[in-house]
């Protein structure tokens, strides 16, 4: 047999209760969240009258001898706990409450007595409510039996008393009632074993103990151990994270105030945040060896490591609890289109996106304004990509490591961008993505990303003249939400069709925000029946913008169900790296749907740095004929625009200003035209470029021709060219290709990179 890591200790539950109240025994249950309900105490002390076992305690040694330990900041424990409880918490949490009389913390952080009564004539025990606070034959409240003053044969005589005045009692029953209140308030021998763990084992095999001996299996987390640590040996630090949650579920009333509409935190949530802050790390399986001053080269305690450790972490819970750094860190999360804890899949990624915030703040003293539009950057990346769904700690980590190399504000925000670039790639935005919206999840944080973008677009709930930001504000409340899921193709018009599987109808791409009253109106009609009279609402601009940014295809109406879902989902891809574009930009611009354009006006100004015309988009006027050349002339005037200033580019005019019309290049239509103009930008400058485009067609004298308005891009955007890819910008009126050096000359004075 191998050599066993504990001892075996036995205690009363006087001695276990008298250690606890000292301070020799660490229960953090007391100033934790109290997960028992009060029945299951009821039972517990209902099975120690009776003699039955109850279980037994795990503790574990903290590695420091009485005489060297010290508690930070305590001052009602009179010793450093030598032992800290792994498993029995509840139970041990229960019988001090009970036997001390004081109040433990329930999981939404108030506080409540667990009042257990007892009726010596049935020698039954329950929950104390009203009505047997008001029923004579219950001792209502069984504390009184332990408590400091306590006079047991005062509160027998009491007890007959108040009986006698509802019914008789006779002698045998009086003799009776005398021998089962003293038996129950003998149980403070009752007899108790413990296993102490010795302290030299680490905290992983401690928690393979835990499982391997706990019925439940649960393994313990390592932030568990982390906040054990805090109530042995930093009661207020823990008491500050608690109260902070606490305070953050009740709405302010003027005064400051952690609560927000985003996350209600948990301690150890917090406490994570801390910890990166502190040491730099997310993953916290050594952090807990390190708290308690043990040196993971020698593996000694020292009582000087553990206080100075205990210094870096205080520091930065301080910075954590800060209500201005909170606040304006939320204003990160607005700034990237999130408006409330519905729209975020994962906590992991709001709280690491936190840790990020102070560091920049704090350490790297980054500029408010810098700090707030990279932060809201980086949210929205880790957001819309699930970066810390999978395995959040791995990922945090290698994150954190890459500050190593970071020396200067600059530097800061500089990573923070290049993670983004090169995790948001064209693949992503073309292939992953799309795949990605090709799910029915009410909570797909593609989907919640959707409706950010839709925010940082500006855009309008669909057929509404309302804001969608305004109608996803979460001090809304009413009996329907302001703003509703709508499946575009309604569930009962699909059913008719043979389409039932929930996967089907409630696919992302058949969701739109719409008002409710709208939602209800809609109701089971088909598209092609609803539509038309929504859309007299609203003038031609109007409807574009608003199928534009709802990501609507052309016709879609009349679209097969199966070949709508993919199509919207590309474009709903397409809408979302759209937003991602305005926020990397750092400004709203002028939005390209919405803005009022005199195509007129803008023809006679003439040709300019903002201004191109080409009369055709893929066809030779000279020959007649389809020639690649035109093609390239119009990419490589869309390129210019792109890396420059934005800009203009009117196909179906000629250099003069006379119409040409688009006729000329012989498409079915104008969407065909479109599509095709999507296709080969696609193809040659990537979805960056398509997503930085918008596309109308206009009339010109007696001529319709194609406008294509193009954003400035935040990185740089390079043109195909068989094997070799050109980079162009404006000069002037004209389209200018750099050389290499060129290029990377004005990449670096252009885009920082």
């Keep these: 047999m191998g050599k066993t890591v504990f001892n075996k200790v036995d205690y009363d539950l006087d001695a276990l209760v008298k250690k606890v109240a000292l301070g020799e025994i660490g229960l953090p249950d007391i100033q934790r969240p109290f997960v028992w309900k009060n029945a299951k105490a009821r039972d517990l002390f209902d099975s120690m009258y009776k003699g039955y076992p109850v279980g037994y305690f795990l503790f574990w040694q903290n590695g420091l001898s009485w005489d060297e330990g010290k508690t930070i900041g305590t001052d009602n424990k009179q010793k450093t706990p030598h032992l800290v409880i792994v498993d029995g918490q509840q139970r041990l949490t229960s019988l001090y409450a009970v036997i001390k009389g004081v109040p433990v913390i329930r999981e939404n952080f108030k506080k409540e007595r667990i009042e257990i009564a007892f009726n010596p004539m049935e020698e039954k025990f ?33 007890y007959l008393e108040n009986l006698r005045t509802v019914r008789e009692v006779d002698e045998a029953e009086e003799l009776a009632i005398e ?15 413990a296993l102490e ?108 490591l553990r206080v100075q450790q205990f210094e870096l972490l205080k520091d930065a819970q301080e910075r954590v609890l800060n209500l201005q750094y909170w606040h304006d860190f939320m204003n990160c999360i607005r700034q990237a289109g999130f408006r409330s804890g519905k729209m975020i899949s994962s906590q992991n990624n709001l709280l690491f ?86 799910t029915s999840s009410p909570r797909s944080p593609s989907l919640f990303a959707y409706y950010a973008a839709l925010v940082l677009l500006d855009s309008k709930a669909l057929f509404s003249k309302l804001k969608v930001e305004d109608l996803l504000d979460p001090t809304l409340h009413a009996n329907r939400s302001a703003v509703e899921r709508h499946h575009l193709f309604p569930k009962g018009y699909l059913t008719r069709l043979g389409i039932n599987a929930v996967r089907d109808t409630n696919q992302i791409a058949n969701y739109a925000l719409v008002e409710w009253g709208d939602n209800l109106d809609i109701s089971d009609q088909a598209p092609s029946d609803y539509l038309p009279e929504i859309k007299e609402r609203f003038n031609q601009m109007e409807l574009d913008r608003m199928y534009h940014l709802h990501a609507m295809p052309f016709n ?22 759209e937003g991602y574009v305005t926020l990397a930009a750092g400004e709203i611009e002028e939005d390209l749907a919405a803005a009022e354009f005199d195509l007129s006006r803008v023809i006679i100004s003439g040709e300019s740095e903002e201004l191109e015309f080409k009369s055709t988009l893929r066809t030779n006027l000279h020959t007649g004929t389809r020639d690649p050349r035109m093609e390239f002339s119009v990419l490589r005037t869309i390129a210019g625009f792109l890396n420059t200033n934005g800009g203009t580019l009117v196909v179906g005019v000629s250099d003069d200003g006379s119409p040409v019309g688009i006729q000329v290049d012989n498409f079915a239509n104008e969407d065909k035209m479109n599509l095709h103009l999507v296709n080969i930008v696609k193809e040659r400058m990537g979805i960056q470029a398509i997503t930085s485009l918008y596309v109308r067609f206009d009339d010109h004298e007696d001529s319709r021709v194609m406008v294509i308005k193009c954003r400035k891009v935040p990185t740089p955007v390079f043109l195909k060219d068989g094997d070799i890819e050109r980079f162009y910008i404006r000069t002037g009126p004209s389209t200018t290709e750099l050389s290499a050096s060129q290029t990377q000359e004005y990449i670096k004075q252009r885009f920082g990179a």
């Design 126 to 158: 329950e929950v104390a409510d009203a009505a047997i606070r008001r029923d004579k034959s219950f001792i209502s409240d069984i504390s009184v039996l332990w408590s400091e003053d306590a006079k047991v044969t005062r509160i027998i005589k009491d």
């Design 179 to 193: 021998d089962r209140i003293l038996r129950l308030q003998g149980l403070r021998s009752y007899p108790f074993t």
């Design 197 to 304: 763990l010795a302290s030299d084992i680490d905290e992983e095999a401690v928690s393979d103990v835990f499982v391997r001996i706990n019925s439940k299996g649960t393994p313990l987390n390592q932030a568990d151990f982390i906040l054990t640590l805090m109530s042995v040996f930093w009661d207020e630090g823990r008491a500050a994270l608690e109260e902070f949650c606490r305070e953050s579920r009740k709405p302010s009333k003027g005064a400051a105030s952690p609560f927000n509409y985003f996350i209600e935190p948990s301690p150890d949530q917090l406490l994570r945040v801390g910890v990166g802050i502190a040491f730099k790390r997310a993953r916290l399986k050594y952090i807990y060896s390190i708290l308690r001053g043990k040196d993971l080269e020698t593996e000694k305690f020292s009582e000087e």
């Design 353 to 438: 996106s936190y840790t990020l915030y102070l560091i920049g703040r704090t350490e790297y003293n980054v500029k408010e304004s810098d700090l707030r539009q990279a932060i809201a950057r980086w949210f929205f990346m880790s957001a819309v990509t699930g970066r810390f769904t999978g395995s959040p700690e791995s990922a945090m980590e290698f994150d954190l490591a890459r500050l190593r190399d970071v020396s200067t504000a600059d530097g800061f925000v500089r990573m923070l961008n290049n993670i983004c670039d090169i995790t948001l790639t064209n693949d992503f935005w073309a292939v992953s993505l799309p795949n990605d919206l090709a």
């Design 556 to 577: 879609w109406e009349h679209l097969e169900f199966r070949d709508f879902l993919e199509t919207r989902r590309e474009l709903m891809a397409k809408i979302i790296a």
